[in-house]
């Protein structure tokens, strides 16, 4: 069982930048995947991010095109954190902000491929 805990959300004027961090308790194992998702009211969730990470190859990140100029994801192995950088933020950035452990290293590009869910954070920019 792994529980995750989102943070760092909140409101930003377009152009900002904002850093958010997902906090996982529990096993993890030698090797997993783990995610950032968001969304907005009235539409599906949506792959941002993903670092996928073994002990024998290290860590490789995977990013949505709509976000690759902007999110850089990385991960704290000490604090068993990983974050998602935000920058030049946009209102249709604005969202629920999910992080997410995948059932496997192969595959975090879909909802389906992950497992464990935190609670979200919001995130809010203005214009």
């Known amino acids: 069982q792994v529980h995750l805990v989102e943070s760092g959300g909140g409101l930003v004027q377009a152009g900002g930048s904002l850093r958010l961090s997902c906090a996982a308790s529990?096993?993890?194992?030698?090797?997993?995947?783990m995610g950032w998702f968001r969304q907005a009211p009235g539409k599906e969730r949506e792959f941002l991010a993903a670092i996928v990470w073994a002990i024998w190859r290290g860590s490789s990140t995977y990013y949505a095109d709509s976000v690759k100029a902007r999110f850089t994801i990385s991960r704290d192995t000490a604090e068993n954190t990983v974050y998602l950088q935000m920058s030049s933020l946009k209102p249709e950035d604005t969202a629920v902000y999910y992080c997410?452990?995948?059932?496997?290293?192969?595959?975090?590009?879909?909802?389906?491929?992950?497992?464990?869910w935190g609670q979200g954070t919001q995130v809010t920019v203005s214009s």
């Open positions: 997410a452990v995948g059932r496997s290293t192969n595959s975090y590009y879909t909802p389906s491929d992950y497992q464990y």
């Open positions: 529990g096993r993890t194992g030698s090797s997993y995947s």
